[in-house]
């Protein structure tokens, strides 16, 4: 979109790929490493290739990024999209964004800067509340009339100091994780709980990582701890697609690189994925009763 913003800027026509037109240039986007490939002929003098799905070094030039995104690519989405900040000092093996963007958390935008009077904001920062212009980018939401949906998540670690500031904003959804079993952040969704504005469990969902380095015991207790203090798991599964294709069927050979025990476990995580995700499902019954439909002996 903001490549988009750029060329119009200079006067070029820009559209999407059409097969059989000729093209100056002809951008591809890729996000994740195991996003399909476009394989339709593309015919034009360049072709550029961006998104961490072909490289981590993928970057916009400074002029480009700066730019307000090209809404009128989406006329079909009505919210504004953006980065406040990029970065984050976590730097989970799990998750690129320190390797791509860096270990810390600095403030790459403001608000007007994507903003256009849109009434929802979906902002895409990893780490927001590290960042140590928090207060002043949480003031710019508060202010900006439109309801937000922390995309990536907030740190639940870091929400104590800046409830007031938060309590201020208009929520469209809050998105957390709890994603190290090991760490025990049950206080923390319980302060949160207890003096965030936001009192709708739905709108207060949390990211669950599994088939990284927890049982699924471990799965459990915390999908359970955060429906007990009103919050709205989430289950996310590490590297599904070199287990399963896009419809949930097993690759052909994913016997021959997994161990049965890894196997075994892969399947539970993703009847456990499509349980919680189910919300109808998984506030009408339990897990136990979901298995045995399933022909899936619970461990």
Known sequence: MKISAAHKAAGDCVEWHVPIKHYDRVYMSKIFTNS???????????????????????????????????YDLYPQYPEAYGFLTRGCPRKCNFCCVSSKEGSTSRQVADLQDFHRGQRVIKLLDPNLLACPDRERLLIQLANCNARVDFTQGLDIRLTKDIMPLLNKIKIKMLHFAWDDPREDLSGHFSFFAEHSAERRARNRRVYVLTNYWSSHAEDMRRIEILVRIGFDPYVMIYDKHEFVNTRGRWLPDAQARHTPE??????????????????????????????????????
């Open 36 to 70: 399909p490939v476009y394989e339709a002929p593309i015919l034009a003098d360049e072709i550029l290739r961006g998104g961490t799905g072909y490289g981590l070094e993928n970057r916009l030039p400074d002029d480009i990024e700066s730019l307000c995104p090209d």
């Open 262 to 299: 890894a196997l075994r476990h892969f399947k539970l995580c993703q009847h456990l994925q499509r349980y919680v995700n189910m919300k109808s499902i998984f506030y009408s019954t339990s897990f136990a009763d979901y298995i045995k439909t399933k022909g899936f002996e619970q461990p």
